[in-house]
């Protein structure tokens, strides 16, 4: 059932036009830039005789979690260019943020502790197997800053056998490939290793940054799109809407449904608020 979302004629401008420039607001970052937003608070969700019990619910780190479950997948759907995150005071909003997916840096994790690294873990075995890997483990224990004529007269360089100058090329491209690696794949916070330990990812591990001071069609002057344009954004923020309601939805179902929230109540743990909003 929608609650937030409205209907929109993608064919026309006007309607476009209208439906952006009369869509629910709020203040984001310092309070100088806006986005498309809706009002969460509980009193606003008309939830009849559930309100009450809505006020004790969202008060629980569970409950966010369950909601932040539909947030995670708008990201997912909107290929992370888009989140939406709470605003407004005590959190009484939810907006529309910009976003985007980037590599974190981190090379490997613990497979104890999940702690992150930003070293990959060299695969000495495989290293072992060539000149130029024995090289490159000379390289990566010492460091980068070792000079190339000191590894030259190193015992395990120099048993190796290969021209100076080969060894000098490998030196120099080991320095480069392997500057970010260690040999070691002992975890720092809980000194778990082998099996256990750090372990490099397969694929590069990513990370969102969410743009909380970007403005979203702040002067909500759209004279100059492109009818493309216009639908792009109509359809980004309706996707919002459906979110928003979707998270409503899901709200209203865990507080039909969880026979378990009064017990859950005697032991409240951390606030973590996302729409409760008395006193505003
Ligand atoms: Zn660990
Ligand atoms: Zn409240």
Redesign the pocket.
């Known amino acids: 059932m929608p609650f937030f979302s409205t209907s929109v004629d993608k064919r026309s401008r006007s309607s476009m036009v209208h439906f952006l420039g009369t869509h629910t607001r709020h203040e984001i970052g310092n309070g100088y830039q806006s986005s498309y937003a809706h009002n969460v608070k509980i009193r606003n969700l008309r939830l009849g005789d559930l309100a009450d019990k809505a006020h004790d619910l969202i008060q629980l780190d569970d409950t966010w979690r369950e909601l932040q479950q539909t947030i995670d997948e708008f990201d997912k759907a909107m290929g992370y260019r888009y989140t939406i995150a709470s605003a407004g005071h005590s959190n009484g909003y939810l907006v529309l943020l910009e976003s985007e997916r980037v590599p974190s840096g981190y090379k490997s994790h ?1 497979r ?4 992150r690294n930003y070293k990959s873990i060299a695969d000495v075995s495989m290293l072992s197997k060539t000149p130029q890997g024995l090289i490159a483990l000379e390289v990566i224990k010492n460091g980068v800053f070792v000079p190339d004529e000191v590894y030259l007269d190193r015992d395990a360089v120099k048993q190796i056998d290969l021209s100076k100058s080969i060894k000098l090329m490998a030196i120099a491209d080991a320095k480069r490939r392997y500057k970010d690696f260690t040999m070691s794949n002992r ?1 720092g ?4 290793q082998g099996d256990k ?2 372990v490099n990812y397969e694929k590069p591990h990513m990370t969102v940054n969410v743009f909380s001071y970007r403005s979203i069609d702040a002067e909500r002057d759209f004279a100059d799109w492109s009818l493309h344009g216009l639908r792009e954004r109509v359809l980004t923020v309706k996707a919002f809407d459906r979110a928003c309601d979707s998270i409503r939805e899901n709200f209203i179902f865990m507080l039909q449904s969880c026979d378990v929230v009064e017990e859950t109540i005697l032991v409240p743990k951390t606030v973590k608020p996302l729409s409760c909003v008395c006193n505003n």
């Not at 104890?112 to 702690?115: A, E, K, L, S, Y």
């Not at 916070?189 to 778990?192: D, F, R, T, V, W």
Request: glycine share 24%.
């Open positions: 613990c104890t502790c999940g702690q975890c916070a809980c000194g778990a330990g750090l």
